[in-house]
């Protein structure tokens, strides 16, 4: 089983700080994706990078896939409180099935 | 479009029981998946469907089975449940043609599932 391990598994913080997730796995991946998921609901997806050493910005959060494609960061900048959730990082490999395998999730929750 | 629908929203089962969680997408995607999602544990795939008529195992499909008669309907039955299946289960879709292939998959809201 390929894993994916996310950290720090339970963040909280103060509305305007910055803040920077991880997702680690030892496989490589052909594409790596990003999702976000609120309490009683399905995760909804941010972002999917694809190139080693993309960079994507989606307004205050930026992702980048490492140059070897085992490895994810999730960075949030002056995070606020709609920014709570639980973040899920899911790799893909280029199998010709869409299977995803899913990081542990990081739990996020912003104060005002 | 209503996207990916899943019936019921919560269910309580006694030990043996059996159920069918429902799943329905209204947006002509091929693939469709079941997922159960445990505290702490991310998602773990059960089975998948990559066209009506075909199915197959995921990572824990024991105790669980699927049809898939129409592309719209993906249901996962439970024929004697266990206290180890509660969880919270989402269906998923997703969308792939020859060589373009979008990982992006469309979940559900999900079931939450007791089994006491």
């Known amino acids: 089983t390929q894993l994916l391990e996310q950290s720090p598994q339970f963040l909280s913080i103060q509305e305007g700080e910055n803040l920077t997730v991880y997702c680690n796995s030892s496989?490589?991946?052909?594409?790596l994706q990003w999702y976000r998921q609120e309490p009683g609901e399905g995760p909804v997806l941010l972002v999917t990078?694809?190139?080693?050493?993309e960079v994507k910005k989606l307004k205050r959060l930026t992702f980048q896939f490492g140059d070897a494609r085992k490895d994810s960061s999730l960075h949030i900048t002056a995070a606020q409180p709609g920014d709570t959730g639980l973040y899920l990082c899911?790799?893909?490999?280029?199998?010709?099935?869409?299977?995803?395998?899913f990081g542990t999730g990081t739990r996020l929750l912003v104060s005002p | 479009n209503a996207g990916v629908t899943q019936t019921p929203k919560f269910r309580i089962l006694k030990i043996g029981q059996s159920m069918t969680l429902q799943c329905t997408q209204d947006?002509?995607?091929?693939?469709m998946y079941w997922y159960r999602q445990d505290p702490g544990m991310g998602l773990k795939l059960i089975y998948y469907?990559?066209?009506?008529?075909?199915?197959d195992k995921g990572e824990v499909p024991n105790g669980y089975n699927v049809s898939r008669s129409t592309t719209e309907d993906f249901p996962l039955r439970l024929e004697l449940a266990a206290p180890s299946q509660t969880s919270v289960y989402f269906c998923?879709?997703?969308?792939?043609?020859?060589?373009?292939?979008?990982?992006?998959?469309?979940f559900g809201p999900g079931t939450r599932l007791t089994v006491t």
């Open positions: 998923a879709s997703s969308y792939s043609a020859g060589q373009k292939r979008s990982y992006e998959q469309y």
């Open positions: 496989s490589v991946f052909s594409s």
């Open positions: 990078v694809v190139t080693g050493g």
């Open positions: 899911a790799g893909a490999k280029d199998t010709g099935f869409q299977k995803l395998v």
């Open positions: 947006m002509n995607h091929n693939y």
């Open positions: 469907s990559v066209g009506a008529g075909i199915t």
